[in-house]
């Protein structure tokens, strides 16, 4: 089967919606990941527990073993979609030789004196960052009910982030991403997302990250991002700000402005420096204070909270799946003081961290 044809085929298939749940707090990593693992282990435990009983399950709808029957066949066939922010983190792929072990945590102590964490994580792949500003999504979907191959889900996860960026209000142009790469690209020389998944018994986890704030990208300037030497991050406010940058170039009454821009450029320069996001340009890396010159206006300005719902519109169109919220009682979230993520319950059972 094409990868065209399979979002119709999944359509027509009787799939029970996805539920998304865009989670109103920054998520610490391993408590994001341990959520993931959580919600695979008790698909693939369902699933073990239906193989175990009667095609047709218990026939009376009210004693115990009908409810659990039904409960392990809704977890077993329910997708469900998270979206959130990060907490500041550089994650790594693992390392097999004790001379790499040994790089990476050195590696792991200049990051973490950023101020950032640093996970090593069961995925493949390099060092790459998630913080605040970035839109990361992570799909626990089950691709083989959904008749996809694992090339054909990450094609669309691809195409639907382009669409995506594609539409009103971003109107962002993006290129073919070279055949030895992955994501979406703003230009041949700026990533705007990444894509990077984990499939286990036809079960999908980790999944996408798209950069939403400017604020994200100095972040970047200290890792080579995903291994892609010469290469950079970009942002849907960059992108949305060198835009009206560029049709503001072509205005008649573009010279009375200089000065009001001036006073900006300063300003947020002043600003990125006093948070300590600005280093010195000694890496032969791209000047970080590059972003800093950019204004931007109520025009480009983008909030991630503001990006959720037309990735799920997106999301839905190219998949050919409906896609809700989850029930308000499914997730429950705790924060902290600072709005920092604490603890989630699931169905009434907690999350504990684990790695």
């Known amino acids: ?59 009376s709808g009210h004693s115990e073993p009908a409810k659990s029957y039904e409960r392990a066949s809704s977890i077993a066939h329910t997708d469900h979609l998270l979206l959130l922010e990060h907490t500041p983190v550089y994650t790594e792929g693992r390392r097999q030789s004790s001379t790499e072990l040994s790089g990476n945590e050195q590696e792991g102590n200049r990051l ?42 990450v094609d669309k996860i691809q195409t ?7 539409s009103a209000p971003y109107h962002l142009s993006t290129v073919p991403a070279q055949s030895d790469e992955t994501g979406v690209w703003s230009d041949i020389s700026h990533k705007i997302a990444s894509i990077g ?44 700000a060198l835009l009206i940058k560029r049709e503001e170039e072509t205005r008649p009454d573009r010279g009375a402005a200089d000065n009001v821009e001036e006073g900006r450029v300063k300003a947020l320069e002043e600003l990125a420096e006093r948070q300590g996001l600005v280093q010195p340009q000694d890496s032969g890396r791209r000047d970080p204070r590059e972003s800093a010159k950019l204004f931007v206006g109520p025009e480009s300005r983008t909030k991630v909270e503001d990006v959720v719902p037309d990735l799920v519109q997106h999301f839905s169109r190219t998949f050919g799946r409906k896609i809700v919220p989850a029930p308000a009682t499914q997730f429950v979230f705790r924060a902290d003081a600072p709005g920092v993520l604490a603890g989630v319950t699931v169905d009434g059972e907690d999350i504990n961290v684990t790695q």
Not at 25 to 31: A, F
Not at 35 to 43: A, D, G, I, M, P
Not at 200 to 226: D, K, Q, Y
């Open 1 to 59: 089967m094409s990868c065209s044809s399979a979002a119709s085929t999944s359509a027509k298939s009787g799939l029970s919606a996805i539920r998304y749940t865009h989670i109103p707090h920054q998520v610490p990593y391993l408590l994001g990941l341990s959520l993931q693992e959580h919600l695979v282990s008790r698909r693939a435990q369902a699933r073990e527990f239906l193989s175990q009983q009667p095609s047709q399950g218990p026939h």
């Open 197 to 240: 998944i984990q499939v286990r018994h036809r079960i999908t986890s980790h999944g996408f990250a798209l950069n939403v704030g400017m604020h994200v990208l100095p972040w970047f300037e200290h890792i080579v991002a995903c291994g892609i030497v010469g290469k950079g991050m970009t942002s849907i406010e960059r992108e949305r």
């Open 112 to 153: 973490r004196a950023i101020g950032a964490d640093y996970v090593q994580t069961r995925r493949g792949g390099l060092v790459t960052y998630h913080g605040p500003g970035q839109l990361v999504g992570y799909p626990i979907w089950d691709i083989g009910a959904m008749d996809l191959s694992t090339r054909c889900y």
């Open 160 to 166: 639907a982030l382009t669409q995506l960026l594609h």
